[in-house]
Structure formats: C-alpha cells, structure tokens
C-alpha cells in the first residue's frame, strides 16, 4: 500500500478490520492493485487446485501482503442461472472493460474469495467503473450467508 494511501487513510478515519475489509473505490496508476482494478492473475480450479488458468480478477481489497478479489469470465451464465445458484454460484454483469482485449462482456462470481500475493499478479488490466464496483461489493454483501 502506497505512503500516500496510508496518509489518505489515517486522515480519513478509515481503519482496517480483519473482519470487513476496506473496499473502498481507489484505482491509482502506480503498478500496484488497488480495490476497483481488474488484474490478470493465475486463478485455481475449484474442483482441482492443483490446477488452474490465468484470469482477470476484479481487485477487492488489500489483505495483509496481497489482495482479496472476484474472478472474471466471459461466459455468460444468465441462460444458467437457476443452476449455478443451485450449487452455490452466483454472477453478476459488469460489462466491457480493459481487461479483455477482445473486449467481451464479463461478469463477476460474486461467492468465490480469490486470495491474491505479489508474486501471483501478472498484470494490471483495467480499472472498473467505480458505480459498478460499488454495486458488485453490494452485491456481495447482499448474497445468503
């Protein structure tokens, strides 16, 4: 975390709890994650953690060393809602952005915590829209717990 985001933050009042994050809205262009940038990253298989694929992560919050997000896809997962909420998957449309070169409409998994390192970021994407990274942290806070 930046020198100056420490000082924003002290200044601010906002503190860090380790049981809600700060997610706060804060893309800066300084080479490193912040809450409301997508950012390429090697993501496990759920079923198989030993294996995985390279793919844009929606950045959440700072975690103590690393970062807390949501994975993208490109999938469209509206046609199988009902059945992705049925084994405890739940998405949600963000649009077009940066992170996708092709630029396909994404969406977010909005269960699924992906716990980032340093080490584990490749590149920087996009930042999103902070009123759809406002409501994609909505959202979250929203699902069945």
Known sequence: MSLRRRFADL???RTR???????????EIDGEPDPGEVVWAWVPYEDDPQRGKDRPV?????????WTGRMLSSQDH???????A????????????????QG??????????I???????RREGAALDE???DSVVAAIRGLPR
Not at 115 to 121: N, S
């Open 78 to 84: 509206d046609r199988d809602a009902a059945d992705e």
């Open 131 to 133: 009123r759809v990274f």
């Open 58 to 66: 929606l950045i959440l919050a700072a975690e103590g060393q690393g």
């Open 86 to 101: 049925r084994h405890g998957r739940h998405w949600m449309d963000i649009g077009t952005g940066g992170w996708d070169p």
């Open 104 to 113: 396909r409409p994404s969406e977010v998994r909005l269960d699924r915590v």
């Open 115 to 121: 716990h980032l390192t340093r080490d584990g970021v």
């Open 17 to 27: 709890s380790t049981d809600e994050p700060v997610t706060d809205y804060r893309p």
């Open 11 to 13: 200044i601010s009042g």
